[in-house]
């Protein structure tokens, strides 16, 4: 059984920052990309960040200059900086990754549960 648990939401003023970090735990072999996705009330789950096993990285255009994924592979734990933040950054923010279990297994994902970001003005 695999897990990722995410840590560092919570409630900060428009130009802020939060640090937000997941940690996989539980049968894994490997993990290949992970990735930080985000749902505001009646909007899609949209990607924010994601980075590869060998560290290159993907943003969306408007975390852009702002946001900084990073992961620390010996712990199976990817981070999210969010600096300068403002309020359309509001949402749950999920934690993902491709996860193979044992080394004859296929890749699956894998969603954290949430957690949540409030800016405020």
């Known amino acids: 059984q695999v897990q990722l648990v995410e840590s560092g939401g919570g409630l900060v003023q428009a130009g802020g920052s939060l640090r937000l970090s997941c940690a996989g735990s539980?049968?894994?072999?490997?993990?290949?990309?992970m990735g930080w996705y985000r749902q505001a009330p009646g909007k899609q789950r949209e990607l924010v960040a994601t980075?590869?096993?060998?560290?290159?990285?993907n943003y969306a255009d408007s975390v852009k200059g702002r946001f900084t994924i990073s992961r620390d592979n010996a712990k199976n734990t990817v981070y999210l900086q969010m600096n300068s933040l403002k309020p359309e950054d509001t949402a749950v923010y999920y934690c993902?990754?491709?996860?193979?279990?044992?080394?004859?297994?296929?890749?699956?994902?894998?969603w954290g549960q949430g957690t949540q970001v409030t800016v405020s003005i």
């Open positions: 539980g049968s894994i072999f490997r993990i290949n990309s």
């Open positions: 980075t590869t096993s060998t560290g290159d990285t």
């Open positions: 993902n990754a491709n996860i193979k279990r044992v080394p004859w297994s296929s890749d699956y994902n894998y």
